[in-house]
């Protein structure tokens, strides 16, 4: 079985990008949220307005996999056209291009290292790192990851994550992203004061929403749940961490078509310039690729990666807050005697 570069190498025939196939799936997905949009203002009841909004949030995930390719190099290469579609995108999600790229370059490169940092990604700390933390740490730690965190994506991450804090982090390079929150709001404001609040609700902050908590669990599950094999910098390997701390997230065809094929992220962080579109082809004809650590939208699996918050090292997994805090209360008591 091929390792390393070596591995890396092999992937590398599936970054051809088809770039008539990236057009017709994004003007297809373009077209079908616009459709939404309108069938969210003509649709004369509540409940279909509700469904459509829902809809509407789902394909805002599978718009998003678009920027995401797009800003690793894999989709819309050498397309201006292709990068002011993209750019909007960025600010529709309030991440626009100087601040996901800072970030989410950055999480590659450490994806599954013990930084403690929540730069691009959720912090990640081992037994030993959570016992040496003030209580005050633990607690802020603890919020971070909390599910409530993850679920309200849109104001905790994006809004305050990528507009806020990479706007304090550095002024002159994330001008955008402070005017890209005041532009989200201002479109907010318009579709209300023109269509109502309930209308202008589900046809922007609803979808947003959604879609900003999907994608939020979908990042936090696919490098914290239960198969996940953690190391520390000094054994720290490139393809172990995409291979051993990268999920394949389980789900209907209908579910990777919303996602793109996002839930194929193992086979993503071994070679970030496959486009979406050949993730599966990859997986399918690379056999190293085809026995990754596993999860899925059921709830014991969503119960399960929630309680994937510590690396203890001894036991060769990662576990809850509770089981970490009454070792680390062992661990005092022991000392203490």
């Known amino acids: 079985m091929r390792q390393g570069p070596e591995l890396v190498r092999a992937s590398n025939e599936f970054t051809e990008e088809n770039k008539a196939l990236t057009w017709r799936l994004f003007l297809t997905t373009l077209a079908v949220q616009i459709g939404l949009w309108v069938g969210i203002v003509m649709a004369p009841w509540f409940v279909a307005k509700l469904a459509l909004s829902v809809l509407a949030g789902l394909v805002g995930v599978r718009l998003f996999i678009f920027y995401h390719d797009h800003q690793h190099g894999a989709l819309f290469r050498k397309s201006k056209l292709g990068n002011v579609f993209m750019t909007m995108v960025g600010w529709y999600t309030i991440a626009v291009p100087s601040v996901w790229k800072e970030t989410h370059d950055f999480h590659h490169r450490n994806n599954a290292k013990m930084t403690g940092s929540s730069i691009g990604s959720y912090p990640t700390v081992n037994l030993k790192m959570y016992g040496a933390i003030t209580e005050k740490q633990r607690k802020q730690l603890k919020a971070v990851r909390h599910p409530i965190t993850i679920v309200l994506g849109l104001f905790t991450t ?95 065809p209908l579910m990777h078509w919303f996602t793109g094929n996002i839930g194929y992220h193992h086979v993503h962080h071994l070679n970030h310039r496959i486009p979406f579109y050949r993730l599966p082809e990859a997986m399918e004809k690379m056999p190293e690729l085809q026995n990754p650590g596993r999860t899925s939208w059921a709830l014991k699996d969503i119960r399960a990666c929630l309680n994937c918050s510590v690396w203890d090292e001894s036991e060769g997994r990662l576990i809850s807050f509770k089981e970490a805090d009454a070792k680390i209360q062992a661990a005092g008591a022991m000392a203490a005697k």
Request: aromatic share 20%; net charge positive.
């Open 158 to 252: 994006f809004m305050t994550g990528f507009a806020v804090h990479a706007f304090q982090r550095n002024r002159k390079k994330h001008w955008a992203a402070p005017v890209s929150l005041i532009t989200w709001w201002a479109i907010q404001a318009g579709l209300v004061w023109a269509f109502g609040w309930t209308t202008g609700l589900l046809l922007w902050m609803f979808p947003t929403a959604l879609h900003s908590a999907a994608g939020s669990y979908l990042f936090y599950a696919q490098h914290n749940y239960p198969e996940a094999q953690l190391r520390d910098r000094r054994k720290w390997k490139y393809d172990h961490a995409a291979l051993q701390c990268s999920s394949f997230f389980e789900m209907s």
